[in-house]
């Protein structure tokens, strides 16, 4: 299912895109030859991925590996405790993550002895613009301080935001991150922060309007449209 995205004057500005030509802000697909995908990996039943910094490393050195192997490019992430999101450009998506879970569940098992499957199965979508695409990442930075984890995108150290400020971090040295989608479509760090800002106001105004009728919330179905998961 597409989602339409509103998108602000400010954006339409950056863009070029006249506010009353809705047909020309939706003619900025990504090309054919491009495909990104977001996928989310959780633990079964919501079980934790990571019990201590060693697991999120080893899940890092891993997935670069396999972003080589299958020369995809890495757009954006973040690790939380029990899932993981990932934007993902060009590759055969379904054989990368197989070969990212089984390796990483093998490595969870000899470190921690506990001897069941440890992820569900993945979800995995393809976005089809460059709107979409960026509001996915907002959705993704914005991950931890959603949860509680921060109180901002950049407090947060696993995750891709410290890679596009280009600073020197922790976890740089055991993962690639293509930050060309970003250096496209912000002028500046700081139109990217006033975004995620937004995609949180908007996302507590959601929540504030869910809660009021009663109604379940979940993010990743806020953009998939996908109403079926609880």
Not at 56 to 64: A, E, S, T
Not at 89 to 106: E, M
Not at 114 to 130: M, N, T, W
Request: charged share 30%.
């Amino acid at each position: 299912m597409v989602r339409r995205v509103t998108i602000n004057c400010r954006e339409k500005k950056r863009h070029g895109i006249a506010p009353q030509n809705q047909d020309a802000r939706d003619a900025t697909i990504i090309g054919q030859d491009e495909k990104v995908y977001h996928v989310m990996l959780r633990g079964i039943d919501g079980k934790p991925l990571f019990l201590k910094d060693a697991d999120y490393r080893k899940f890092l050195f891993l997935l670069n590996k396999r972003l080589e192997e299958f020369k995809a490019s890495l757009y954006g992430f973040v690790l939380m405790t029990n899932h993981v999101h990932l934007q993902i450009k060009n590759c055969d998506i379904k054989s990368l993550i197989n070969v990212l879970a089984n390796g990483y569940t093998g490595f969870y098992v000899n470190s921690h002895k506990e001897y069941s499957a440890l992820f569900e199965a993945p979800k995995i979508v393809e976005k089809i613009s460059k709107e979409f695409q960026a509001e996915n990442l907002w959705y993704i930075l914005n991950n931890p301080v959603k949860e509680g984890l921060s109180k901002t995108p950049g407090g947060y150290k696993y995750s891709s935001y410290l890679f596009y400020t280009k600073r020197k971090t922790k976890i740089s040295d055991l993962i690639n991150v293509d930050c060309s989608f970003v250096k496209e479509y912000y002028k500046s760090i700081a139109e990217l922060n006033a975004d995620l800002r937004e995609d949180l106001r908007r996302d507590k105004s959601k929540k504030k309007f869910k809660k009021s009728y009663g109604l379940k919330y979940n993010g990743w179905n806020k953009w998939n449209g996908d109403s079926n998961r609880k």
